[in-house]
């Protein structure tokens, strides 16, 4: 072919060539096409996304970040200024230099963080607390003589060789000694105190935790026991220390009482003192005595919570209440209503709300126990001898000289019941046991009737369970324990006069008094502790004398 038509012929071939296969499956993205030749509408302007956007947020947050470091940075440098530059030399040192970065000096705080694994039970608070918890650091070094256990002697120490239970005990490691220590401290305080477990956390729901306190009120024994009641016949116990050993005196104690809280036992006598010990059964620490001047004292009492002692004296109307807290001494000269001219023998009611006060000619006189104002004024047939609160403070016993008992309410002011003692020429002396169940009255002739306390209410002439006769002159002090498995009886006429009765077979118990001794003489105030087991009586001699009941105790 000449070549002036090969020239002619390659622009036609070109021009209908086929075209690229690249060219044909990648579209125009100028045009706007779409896959299938045809141009795509354009999206509209709200649902474009522009790329330019999130890249302004970020820097408009740094921006803002780096602005409030900035202002923060002025503000501490401000706050430099005005500080001393002793304080802050000694800041640099304690904190380091922490003028570019506040965070590495919480950071430095804080501590390093512990990743505790959360648990599902666990609040927020307590999972923060722990994630911030630091690890707890070991010893630098260990020292192997702290490891050898030291062994202390306890028979060159007059205190430590009492706490040894046999003789083989002649050496004891700190360990045990210091066991051997609280449980001393446990008799002492007859169990562990309140403040000493603060640190355990009894876990229960609601539910039960009601359920205890159910049982708990419903009881009314003594929660140390060693057995489940006091056997009969022989009663263990142990001779103590006197309660006063440590203020002695000659003069008559009048009133023994121990505290209904705590381990503390008070002791008043003609001295014109009162005097409180710390009870532990073999020093028996004085604690404090209170002197009232020209004031023979005929009783004194603790009030319900513990936290005044009221005091009378023999030939003076004048009522002493001591506040144990404040540690004031507040005297009531006269009682408004109240016209009696001596004031002597009161009651206090368990509940600490009343005072029963008795007065001469059949009176006997309520009062308000935080006031000190009469209420209320009440009367019997004959003088009044003795009287005393039941155990629920509503109703009032009240036994006159003419041998009969009357039952009066508390709220109404109206008797309820009236009856004769049976074989009694005039009361003495009338007590009710704490868990509601007997009625004790002591007559002249030596008998103690020991009524149910139901048979006092509903019958005009109930008969009592048991008469004990084991005493020949008149009954002057009478004593339920907390407990209510002993009842002490005593006569201030005749020495050795004191018996211990076993409840509920209305026996008395044979060891006690030890007659070949001799050395209790007259009972004028005897008591028992409310929780550890101790007993104690004030005689003629002025010595308070205390026993620990071996059933009530873990020697």
Request: hydrophobic share 35%.
């Amino acid at each position: 072919m000449p070549p002036e038509r090969r020239s002619r012929a390659r622009p036609e071939r070109r021009a209908g060539a086929r075209p690229d296969r690249k060219t044909l499956m990648r579209p125009d993205r100028r045009a706007g096409a779409g896959p299938g030749g045809q141009p795509r509408k354009a999206a509209p302007s709200s649902q474009r996304k522009s790329p330019a956007r999130p890249r302004e947020a970020a820097t408009a947050i740094a921006v803002a970040a780096e602005e409030e470091r900035r202002l923060r940075q002025r503000n501490r440098l401000m706050l430099e200024e005005e500080k001393p530059a002793v304080e802050r030399y000694l800041e640099e040192l304690v904190f380091g230099d922490v003028e570019d970065d506040e965070d590495a000096l919480l950071r430095r705080l804080r501590g390093p963080q512990v990743q505790v694994q959360e648990d599902s039970g666990d609040s927020e608070v307590e999972n923060e607390a722990k994630d911030n918890f630091p690890p707890q650091k070991k010893p630098v070094w260990l020292d192997e003589e702290d490891e050898e256990e030291e062994m202390v002697d306890m028979m060159n120490n007059r205190f430590r060789k009492d706490m040894m239970k046999n003789a083989s005990e002649n050496k004891l490691s700190k360990d045990e000694l210091q066991k051997r220590l609280k449980e001393e401290f446990q008799h002492a305080m007859g169990g562990v105190p309140a403040w000493a477990e603060t640190s355990k956390r009894k876990i229960s729901s609601d539910d039960e935790s009601e359920e205890d306190e159910d049982d708990l009120l419903q009881r009314t024994g003594n929660f140390i026991s060693t057995s489940a009641s006091l056997p009969k016949g022989i009663l263990k116990m142990k001779n103590c220390q006197h309660a006063n050993a440590e203020r002695p005196t000659t003069a008559r104690i009048s009133s023994v009482q121990f505290h209904p809280r705590a381990q503390v036992v008070m002791v008043a006598g003609l001295d014109n003192a009162v005097s409180l010990f710390q009870v532990d059964g073999k020093a028996n620490p004085k604690i404090q005595s209170i002197y009232l001047e020209k004031f023979p004292i005929f009783k004194a009492c603790f009030s319900a919570n513990g936290e005044e002692v009221l005091a009378t004296s023999t030939h003076s109307k004048v009522l002493y209440v001591y506040d144990m807290l404040a540690g004031k001494l507040i005297p009531v000269h006269q009682v408004r209503g109240l016209k009696e001219k001596i004031v002597r023998s009161f009651e206090v009611s368990r509940d600490g709300s009343f005072l029963l006060i008795n007065g001469v000619a059949g009176y006997f006189h309520l009062l308000s126990m935080k006031t000190k104002e009469l209420i209320s004024s009440m009367k019997i047939n004959g003088r009044i001898a003795a009287s005393t609160f039941s155990s629920d403070s509503k109703k009032v016993y009240a036994s006159s000289g003419d041998g009969e008992v009357y039952v009066w309410d508390v709220n109404s002011r109206k008797c309820l019941n009236r009856f004769v003692d049976e074989g009694s020429l005039y009361g003495l002396s009338i007590a009710t046991s704490r868990n509601g169940q007997y009625v004790a009255c002591g007559s002249n002739c030596g008998v103690v009737n020991i009524y149910n306390q139901d048979s006092c209410l509903q019958e005009t002439n109930p008969k009592p369970i048991k008469a004990i006769m084991n005493l020949v002159t008149g009954v002057t002090s009478l004593t339920f324990n907390p407990t209510t498995e002993i009842l002490a009886i005593a006569s201030e006429k005749m020495k050795e006069a004191i018996r211990l009765v076993h409840l509920p077979s209305c026996t008395v118990f044979s060891n006690f008094p030890v007659v070949k001794k001799k050395n209790i003489s007259l009972v004028h105030t005897m008591d028992f502790s409310p929780r550890s087991g101790y007993f104690a009586l004030g005689n003629e001699k002025g010595k308070a004398l205390m026993y620990r009941l071996h059933h009530y105790s873990d020697f």
